[in-house]
C-alpha cells in the first residue's frame, strides 16, 4: 500500500514511514505543491496510492464523482508533526488495509476511525429531512 500525501501535511511524515516499511509520497516532492485536488485525486490513481489529506474537498469530490478510487484518509487534527502523522497512518493501516484497497472514505478525529465505502451516495436537498 502506498501513500500520496496532500501539500498541509510535513514532508518529514514520507521519512518516518519508509523507516515504518510504509511506502509514500508528498506532492510537493513530485513538483504539485500548487495542484489542484482533481490532479492530486487522478495522480493517486495512476500511482495505485492513497490520497492523505487534511482538506474536506477530497470527500466530497469522491462523492459528487461517484469515484470508486482512491481511497482518502482525511486527519481532522490540527497541528500534528511528521511523527503524529506517520503513527496514525501506521494505525489506519492497521486497522482498515482490506477497505483502503477496496476503495474507501477514512476520517480521523481524537476519537475514532470512521470509514465509508466508495463510492460514496451524495445526499441532495430533497433527502435532507429524510
Request: aromatic share 2%.
Amino acid at each position: 500500500m502506498k501513500f500520496l500525501l496532500d501539500q498541509g501535511l510535513p514532508r518529514s511524515t514520507v521519512q518516518l514511514l519508509s523507516a515504518a516499511g510504509v511506502a509514500s509520497e508528498h506532492v510537493g516532492d513530485l513538483g504539485m505543491s500548487t495542484a489542484t485536488d482533481e490532479a492530486i485525486l487522478a495522480e493517486a490513481r495512476t500511482r495505485d496510492a492513497v490520497v492523505v489529506t487534511l482538506d474536506t474537498d477530497f470527500h466530497a469530490l469522491l462523492a459528487l464523482s461517484g469515484a470508486t478510487t482512491p481511497s482518502v484518509i482525511r486527519i481532522r487534527l490540527q497541528g500534528l508533526r511528521g511523527d503524529g502523522v506517520a503513527n496514525i497512518l501506521v494505525q489506519v493501516i492497521a486497522a482498515a488495509q482490506s477497505e483502503l484497497k477496496a476503495g474507501s472514505a477514512v476520517t480521523v478525529t481524537n476519537r475514532r476511525i470512521a470509514l465509508r465505502k466508495l463510492p460514496l451516495i451524495p445526499v441532495s436537498d430533497g433527502d435532507a429531512g429524510s
